[in-house]
Every structure is written in structure tokens, then in C-alpha cells.
């Protein structure tokens, strides 16, 4: 049997609190990389298109992309602090702010008005993650995880990443945007998942070899899943790759803290049914957005 672990449950309100100062550093991140990604390609008559590693190396000296970068690094900062006194289902989905405020901010640098579709779209996927987060903050508990739990994560990864790299260097920059967004939100939702592994095991005394590896790992999707981002942006708008980052991020990192990690074994079977439609309404929000969005509409109306 599996014992509960961790900050005391008080700590949880400064946790959400951290976890919406990361969501405000990502939306600001997000959309200064975004503008000197878009700065710093050729445009043609279909729009964006894949990022090649040569353009990658002059983004690393334009300044605007450095503070999106560090804006990111922040809230990356922030986001490991309110895991370290949270579990996983209670801080990550919080990241779905981001949403809001990257539509806003993009909608204003690029003098587009957002139209009734991207509105529902991006109601959906808050309110789906709001759902969600409620529900998970009265049940969430972090449990004591033993070595075979963290080997399955270890091994799922590794395949997810064998996956991502042969599409990589297969699709390369003909992979679709939404392609992209799912890869680097699959991606972060393992380092999520990560990240929380390593504070749970140094709880338990176990910084040891698996942990390690844990780390090796966590470093690897990292770079992969920044690789797939900065394309997502390359390819669509930021609002859209947010919207993907902070619904399939949370979802992959929440069911594997559901599924392998046992944060969720207080949840009966509504607070589990409700887990599923609130994720399904999320989730919907994003492939909503990914087809109504006016700047790709727009674009798809040009190559016509």
C-alpha cells in the first residue's frame, strides 16, 4: 500500500498561486518567441512553414526571442516550485491561463480580431481545465512511488521519443502545425512528469541511480519538445500553440500521475467521470481553434 508524501495540503493555495504566475510567464514567452520566429522568415504565398536548424541559430542573437527564452526559463522556475508543494493533477493544468492571455496578446500585435469560433474554442479549453483543476485540488494526494513506477514512465518515454525523432527526420518541415503542437505537448507533459518524479524521490530520501536517469531523461524531452515549439510557432500562430501545450501537456502528465503515479485513488467513479469530460471539453477547445482560427483561416484563404 502506497502512503501519501510530500508539503502539507495548506501549501497547496501557494502552489496555484506559483502555477498562475508560470501560466503569465509562459503567455508573454510564448509571444515574443512567436514574433521573432515570424520576423525572421521568408514568408510565401501559403504562410509559415518548418523552421530549419539554420534559422534556429540566428533566433539564439535576436534579442526578443532571448526574453521570450528567459520569460520561459522563469516560468519553468516557477512551475517546479508550486510542483515541489502540489501534485501533478492539481498544478499542471493550471498552465491553461496562458491561453487566455496569448490570445489577447496576439490578437493585438497582429491587429487580427479574434472571431466567435476562437472565442468558444478558447472558452472551452479554460473551462475544461478549470473543471478539471477543481475537481483534482480535493482529491490529488502524492503517494510514495517505487522503482517499477518509475521505470514505466522511463520506458514510455523512451519510446515516445524513438517515435518523435523518426517523424522528425521524416515529416521535417512538412508536418502540419497542429502535428508539431501534439509532439511538444506530449513531450512536456513527460517533463512535467519528470520533474515531478525527481521532487517526489528526494522527499523520499532515493536520489539514486533511477533518478539520475530521470534527470538524463527530463533533459532529453526538453530539448526534443523545444525543438517541436519552435516549429509549432514557425508553422501557426502562438494562442494556437498554447492552446495546445496547455491542454495536451496536462492531460499526458495528468494521466500518467492518475494511471502510474496514484495521485488520483481518492477519486470515485463521478469525480472520474467528470475528470474525462472535462478533458474531453478541453481537448475539443484546441481542435476547435486549430480550424476556426482567423490568422489561419486566413492563410488558407491566400493559398486558394
Avoid at 527564452?69 to 502540489?86: C, E, P, W
Avoid at 532529453?220 to 519552435?230: D, E, H, N, P, S
Avoid at 482567423?294 to 484563404?301: G, I, Q, R, S
Amino acid at each position: 500500500m502506497q502512503h501519501i508524501i510530500g508539503p502539507a495540503e495548506q501549501l497547496r493555495y501557494l502552489a496555484i498561486l506559483l502555477a498562475v504566475l508560470a501560466a503569465v510567464a509562459l503567455a508573454f514567452g510564448a509571444q515574443f518567441q512567436n514574433n521573432a520566429v515570424g520576423e525572421g522568415q521568408t514568408k510565401t504565398k501559403s504562410g509559415r512553414g518548418g523552421l530549419g536548424f539554420k534559422q534556429l541559430v540566428r533566433l539564439i542573437v535576436r534579442p526578443q526571442w532571448i526574453s521570450g527564452l528567459g520569460l520561459m526559463a522563469v516560468g519553468m522556475i516557477l512551475q517546479l516550485g508550486a510542483l515541489s508543494l502540489a501534485p501533478l493533477i492539481v498544478v499542471q493544468p493550471i498552465g491553461a491561463i496562458a491561453l487566455v492571455i496569448t490570445s489577447l496578446l496576439n490578437a493585438r500585435a497582429t491587429k487580427t480580431r479574434m472571431n466567435r469560433g476562437s472565442i468558444i474554442a478558447v472558452g472551452l479549453c479554460t473551462l475544461g481545465i478549470a473543471l478539471f483543476v477543481g475537481m483534482a485540488s480535493g482529491v490529488a494526494h502524492a503517494n510514495v512511488l517505487t522503482d517499477t513506477d518509475v521505470i514505466t514512465v522511463l520506458v514510455i518515454l523512451l519510446a515516445l521519443l524513438i517515435v518523435f525523432a523518426v517523424l522528425f527526420f521524416s515529416a521535417g518541415r512538412s508536418a502540419k502545425p497542429l502535428t508539431y503542437i501534439v509532439g511538444a505537448g506530449v513531450l512536456y507533459g513527460f517533463v512535467a512528469t519528470l520533474a515531478k518524479v525527481v521532487i517526489q524521490r528526494i522527499y523520499q530520501l532515493q536520489f539514486d541511480w533511477l533518478t539520475i536517469l530521470c534527470l538524463i531523461a527530463l533533459v532529453a524531452a526538453v530539448v526534443l519538445g523545444g525543438w517541436f515549439v519552435q516549429n509549432a510557432y514557425a508553422s501557426g500562430p502562438p494562442d494556437l500553440v498554447i492552446a495546445g501545450l496547455t491542454v495536451i501537456d496536462p492531460m499526458v502528465a495528468v494521466t500518467i500521475a492518475i494511471v502510474i503515479l496514484g495521485e488520483a485513488k481518492a477519486a470515485n467513479f463521478l469525480v472520474a467521470l467528470g475528470f474525462a469530460v472535462s478533458a474531453a471539453m478541453a481537448v475539443a477547445g484546441v481542435v476547435l481553434l486549430s480550424k476556426v482560427h482567423p490568422e489561419l483561416t486566413a492563410k488558407k484563404a491566400a493559398v486558394r
